[in-house]
Each structure stands twice: as structure tokens, then as C-alpha cells.
């Protein structure tokens, strides 16, 4: 069974140690809003809602090095202008790119936040431009000409603000142990589809014909193991659904493979077989 293709990625909610610190990060170097700070986490997005939710714990344990989690949550732009002003406004705030890369789908600036997590800002190319060599989807990582982004600005467009409200979150990235069994979960048992089989050690999975809203690796080693209980970074990422309807089907099925599930205020809590915890809940 398919997923909807309207379905999306909606927030990654990261376990921080300073919280200040890394709350100031998304503000001035990626540019969210801070949307909500009265409940448990400090939500930030823009007007489609959160992207990115820190969680304060100064005494949780770090992650350990070849664990499983996230490798990185990726923000998506509406358009090459806006990655132009994201690519200024990392320079203005004086952070390092880790690497840029032209996807051939998409183009994107890499850099981790204060805590080590990955991010990826980037913006989708017209899916029109999108190749297809046998059914499948040709990705690629290639040189990003920076000079080419910067030269999308000129200008009142030189002052840059905070990111555009219509950003987003595309899709995440995660390390897990085995790709075969996070495909039986994610393509098997949710409805994502592979869209991506070329990069070695790594598989691509969307919904509605995307080039990816889940990316998985094995970067961290076959059989890396999860990280401690409550640790730093990722605590979850939502999967939305357009329909309840669904929601329930996808219960139903992830009860019956055995998965660890629970319910929430917001929908339903599963975790993958490497111990990536997901949040599915529907739109309606």
C-alpha cells in the first residue's frame, strides 16, 4: 500500500543541551521564526509551521559516535533566490558550510548547528528537469557554484532578513543499521516508495513521486547500534498524512508487524528497526 501522495515531512524534534545557544543558531543563521516557547519544546519555522522543535535537557548523554539517528534534517526553499540569501545569511553570521552540492534534482548548502546536528538548506529544481534512466530517478553529488547562488541577489535583495515563510521541511536523512530491514519499515510497512538505489551504502524513499523525503544510510556501519535512551539530538520526525483514515490503517499495520508504537496528543509514536523514533499524524 502506497502512502498518499500528498503526504509530507513535517518537524524534527532534537533533544539539545543548550538550548539558547542553538535556539539563536536557527534565528540568526538559518533565519526561522520562532513560533511557540510556552510548552515543552521551543518550536521554530515559518508560516506552514514548524521545522525544527529543541527540547532543553543539559544533563541528557551525548550521542556516541556510529550510533544511528539522524545524519541530517534537510530545509527546503522555495526558489534559488532564497538559497542565495540563506547561503549570505550563513556568511553574515560568521557559521562554516561543511559542503554544497548540486543534486542534479535539487541544489544544497550543507553545515551542522551548534550541537553537531546535520543540516541541509536547499532548493528543489522543476520536476520537469527531473532525469529518469529506466524508471529511475538519477541523482547525484556534484560541485555546487556558489558564485553562480550569490549572483541570484542583487540589490535590496543584498540585505537579507530572516528565511522566506514559505520554507519548509523537505525531507530527513538518517543512519540506521540494516537497509534492508529500514526498507521493510519504511517502503514495507508505512507505503514510502524507493525512488533511489544508486548511492552505495544508501537508499531514497518519497511519496507522490518527491525525489526523496526519507533518506537512509549505513554510513555509521552495518549493524551501527542506537544511541542511549533520551540522548542528544534526534528525538523524533513527523510523517503527515492528508487523511485519519490512513493514520488508523498504518496503526493497524505497524501493530501487526510487531513494531513498538503509542499514542499521542498528536498522533502515533513508531520506531524504526535501528531505533529512529517517528511521529505519524494526519492533517484533518
Known amino acids: 500500500m502506497s502512502l498518499d501522495p500528498g503526504t509530507r515531512i513535517g518537524a524534527v524534534r532534537l533533544t539539545v543541551a543548550d538550548l539558547d545557544g542553538t535556539r539563536e543558531f ?22 506552514a509551521g514548524a521545522v525544527v522543535e529543541l527540547v532543553g535537557r543539559p544533563d541528557a548523554p551525548p550521542r556516541p559516535r556510529g550510533t544511528t539517528g539522524l545524519f541530517h534534517l534537510a530545509i527546503l526553499l522555495p526558489d534559488r533566490a532564497e538559497l542565495a540569501r540563506a547561503l549570505r ?15 542534479l534534482v535539487s541544489e544544497a548548502l550543507y553545515l551542522q548547528d551548534p550541537e553537531g546536528n546535520g543540516i541541509e538548506i536547499y532548493r528543489d529544481r522543476p520536476r520537469d528537469e527531473w532525469r529518469r534512466v529506466d524508471g529511475e530517478l538519477q541523482m547525484a553529488t556534484l560541485p555546487l557554484d556558489l558564485d553562480s547562488v550569490l549572483a541570484e541577489l542583487n540589490g535590496e535583495d543584498a540585505q537579507v532578513a530572516g528565511a522566506s515563510p514559505d520554507t519548509s521541511l523537505g525531507h530527513v536523512h538518517l543512519q540506521v543499521a540494516d537497509l534492508e530491514a529500514a526498507e521493510a519499515f ?3 510497512i508505512l507505503g514510502f ?10 537508499l531514497f524513499l518519497s511519496a507522490g513521486g518527491y525525489h526523496h523525503h ?29 487523511r485519519s483514515g490512513e493514520l488508523d490503517q498504518l496503526w493497524t499495520r505497524l501493530r501487526d508487524a510487531g513494531h513498538p508504537t503509542e499514542p499521542t496528543d498528536g498522533g502515533i509514536l513508531a520506531t524504526d528497526p535501528s531505533g529512529n523514533r517517528v511521529l505519524l499524524r494526519a492533517d484533518d
Open 26 to 47: 536557527y534565528e540568526r543563521t538559518v533565519g526561522l521564526r520562532a513560533l511557540d516557547d510556552s510548552g515543552e519544546a521551543v518550536r521554530l519555522g515559518g508560516d
Open 89 to 103: 545569511r550563513v556568511a553574515d553570521s560568521a557559521w562554516r558550510l561543511s559542503g554544497a552540492s548540486d543534486h
Open 214 to 242: 526519507v533518506g537512509l544510510n549505513t554510513w555509521a556501519g552495518e549493524g551501527a547500534p542506537a544511541p542511549p535512551p533520551d540522548s542528544l539530538g534526534l528525538r523524533w520526525f513527523e510523517v503527515v498524512i492528508p
Open 193 to 202: 516508495e524507493v525512488t533511489v538505489r544508486g548511492y552505495p551504502g544508501a
Open 186 to 188: 519504511y517502503a514495507g
